[in-house]
Nanobody, 124 residues
């Protein structure tokens, strides 16, 4: 069993900063790409940033220069440092991880996991 759990959301004033964390745990053989997405109610889930196992990161245009994604492979953790936050960044953020899961038979398979989401609210 594998779990992906986010933390770090909350309320912040415009121009402020927040750091989101996401930890994967369980029967993990390897983690490929990890990322952050966000979703307004009734809308599709949009990519915010992704980072591969080698550290190569990609960002949505709307967050370039303000957000930084990083990961600690030893801790199976991905972070999203969000600076210069704007009211339009208010939304639920979801962690995504492409994980090679180790089975009890010693085989493995790849599966994409989502966290439960964490609310970020930017308001004065």
């Amino acid at each position: 069993q594998v779990r992906v759990v986010e933390s770090g959301g909350g309320l912040v004033q415009p121009g402020g900063s927040l750091r989101l964390s996401c930890v994967a745990s369980g029967s993990i053989f390897n983690i490929h790409t990890m990322g952050w997405y966000r979703q307004d109610p009734g809308k599709e889930r949009d990519l915010v940033a992704t980072i591969d196992s080698g550290g190569l990161a990609e960002y949505a245009d709307s967050v370039k220069g303000r957000f930084t994604i990083s990961r600690d492979n030893a801790k199976n953790t991905v972070y999203l440092q969000m600076n210069s936050l704007k009211p339009e960044d208010t939304v639920v953020y979801y962690c995504n991880a492409s994980i090679q899961v180790l089975t009890t038979r010693g085989t493995s398979y790849e599966h994409t996991y989502w966290g439960q989401g964490t609310q970020v609210t930017v308001s004065s």
